[in-house]
């Protein structure tokens, strides 16, 4: 399978030819050059575990990969998850499931793309010879899940840029107390929405990004919404036969990525009920969803700070897909998007494609308190989003994004107990190392070249 650029502007690329790009140099995101009907395989994939599943799934994508290769690679990237399914299914009642994402390294759902993308990019330094450069900026889970999945990678390197007391304090010491050698954790002014403003700027001075062999490890990478898709699909194939297609996936997202990998699943074959975007007060999404207002404003820090996001990524693939894979229309759309930070829609067949909801601080608290109070389960404040408005749902599965652990003034607060995990308890005796930088595009090239 060869993929594209979402701007029509570039030439089709392999999987690993894609992965290793992560951006388009046309400015576009890459996707299939055809999505796979997998209706007819989906029933034969149940009761495979989650290797295995992911395998059969990657075969459709990462054809230019050997099958045995393709799944050691897979095999071997979840290795470090401490749940036998990696990614279970816990009833709290009739009508809510939970799918606990955060059973890997770093306790947060971004290790399922981030471990394996972390073994792309070891494989194509291996067959290659030469070193790669890993560029990424983060809200808060993502920094700490791309340095867990290349920690100490002979050939690569990790830039990771984060806002400036705009993730909690762990999420913070993920990134920044690795002792790892190949580790560039850097704290930028600004918000999130900066951060990867500059990000994409690098990006596109195509001759500095080939100089020093640049890679984007944000979910831009395709290889990160692909493996995304496999977890719903393995949630999918665990639900009565009878409920899956009344079943609504319920996601807490700001940069889009992650329910944009449930509705591409369901578009090869997944039938569910729908979508539903759970947002906090960062709500463009919320939006869009609910009246069609795509206007950028300014990023409000929140408990939810993995959410603190105006300006979503990956909703270029959706608009693609959308505007009926017309590369000239995404093209316009995006530059409308830049020129005046605002897009409208009314076509009610886009706007109904999914559901949204927003929740603030105070709801957030409260609902942290709530779930326990009648579940006895803790929420972490990302997934506490993802219980707004169920009535209207005939049954519900909830992502829950990140342990609790990693927000434990915020449970704190909400339960007077604290959620602690050996993994976050054993960084508190580690020492922080990080760089401050301003987010401009020169500034960060001039660090990547300082540390070749």
């Known amino acids: 399978m060869n993929f594209v650029s979402t701007r029509g502007q570039t030439n089709p690329h392999s999987f690993s030819e894609a992965v290793k790009v992560g951006l388009a140099p046309d400015g576009g995101l890459f996707v299939p050059e055809s999505l796979p009907d997998l209706s007819g395989e989906l029933d034969s994939w149940k009761g495979k575990n989650y290797p295995d599943l992911c395998t059969a799934f990657f075969r459709h994508f990462a054809t230019d990969i050997p099958t045995d290769e393709l799944k050691t690679l897979i095999v071997d990237a979840y290795l470090r998850f401490d749940h036998a399914q990696h990614a279970p299914?816990?009833?709290?009642?009739?009508?809510?499931?939970?799918?606990?994402?955060?059973?890997?390294?770093?306790?947060?759902?971004?290790?399922?793309?981030?471990?394996?993308?972390?073994?792309?990019?070891?494989?194509?330094?291996?067959?290659?010879?030469?070193?790669?450069?890993?560029?990424?900026?983060?809200?808060?889970?993502?920094?700490?899940?791309?340095?867990?999945?290349?920690?100490?990678?002979?050939?690569?390197?990790?830039?990771?840029?984060y806002p400036d007391g705009r993730v909690s304090p762990l999420q913070e010491r993920q990134m920044t107390c690795t002792e790892a050698s190949n580790v560039y954790p850097l704290c930028v002014t600004g918000s999130f929405d900066d951060a990867q403003a500059a990000l994409k700027e690098v990006f596109g001075d195509k001759a500095f990004s080939q100089s020093v062999s640049l890679s984007a490890v944000n979910s831009i990478n395709l290889a990160r919404v692909l493996a995304q898709c496999v977890y719903y699909i393995y949630a999918w194939l665990q639900l009565p036969d009878t409920r899956r297609a009344k079943t609504t996936f319920v996601v807490p997202t700001g940069n889009f990525g992650n329910v944009l990998a449930g509705w591409m699943?369901?578009?090869?074959?997944?039938?569910?009920?729908?979508?539903?975007?759970?947002?906090?007060?960062?709500?463009?999404?919320?939006?869009?969803?609910?009246?069609?207002?795509?206007?950028?404003?300014?990023?409000?820090?929140?408990?939810?700070?993995?959410?603190?996001?105006?300006?979503?990524?990956?909703?270029?693939?959706?608009?693609?897909?959308?505007?009926?894979?017309?590369?000239?229309?995404?093209?316009?759309?995006?530059?409308?998007?830049?020129?005046?930070?605002?897009?409208?829609?009314?076509?009610?067949?886009?706007?109904?494609?999914?559901?949204?909801?927003?929740?603030g601080d105070t709801e957030i608290r409260e609902t942290v308190s709530s779930v326990y109070e009648r579940y006895g389960y803790i929420a972490d404040p990302h997934t506490a989003c993802g219980f707004k408005d169920l009535d209207s749902l005939e049954h519900c599965v909830i992502l829950s994004t990140a342990h609790p652990a990693k927000f434990p003034e915020v449970v704190e607060e909400a339960l007077g107990q604290v959620s602690t995990h050996p993994i976050l308890d054993a960084l508190k005796k580690l020492d922080i190392v990080k760089s401050p930088l301003f987010p401009d595009a020169e500034s960060i090239k001039a660090f990547i070249v300082s540390k070749q």
């Open 265 to 359: 699943a369901s578009q090869m074959g997944m039938k569910v009920a729908g979508f539903r975007v759970a947002t906090n007060q960062n709500d463009i999404l919320d939006r869009f969803f609910s009246s069609g207002d795509y206007s950028v404003g300014d990023v409000e820090p929140s408990l939810a700070p993995s959410m603190d996001i105006q300006i979503a990524s990956n909703f270029e693939r959706f608009l693609y897909y959308t505007l009926g894979e017309d590369p000239s229309k995404t093209r316009s759309t995006m530059q409308e998007i830049k020129e005046r930070k605002a897009f409208s829609c009314a076509d009610p067949k886009v706007l109904r494609s999914m559901s949204s909801s927003r929740m």
């Open 89 to 161: 299914l816990v009833k709290l009642d009739e009508k809510i499931d939970i799918l606990e994402l955060f059973h890997g390294p770093t306790l947060a759902f971004k290790d399922f793309a981030l471990q394996l993308l972390g073994k792309f990019y070891e494989r194509q330094v291996i067959l290659s010879g030469e070193s790669i450069n890993v560029l990424g900026a983060t809200s808060g889970d993502t920094g700490a899940a791309a340095i867990s999945g290349l920690l100490g990678k002979p050939g690569v390197n990790i830039f990771i840029l």
